[in-house]
């Protein structure tokens, strides 16, 4: 794929971008408020799954790993 292939897909989905928000219709500094608040959210969602989704799953397979019965190697007793 060349370089002008590229460029015009990044440009045909950003035009898909406006698009879908309707962003085409707003005044060039409404346009800039709205992609600095939709970038913004965007960040905190996946700086928030990056820090809590992986908590959330360790604890969800603890949980179920107690509930089915598994046992940790370090809390099974050592039988000579």
Known sequence: ???????????????????????????PWEQSMFHTIFITVFAMVVYTAYVFIPIHIHLAFEFFSQLFGDQRESTVAIMN
Not at 3 to 9: A, E, S
């Open 1 to 27: 794929m060349d370089i002008k292939h590229v460029k015009d897909y990044l440009y045909w989905l950003y035009y898909q971008y406006l698009l879908i928000t309707c962003c085409y219709v707003l005044e």
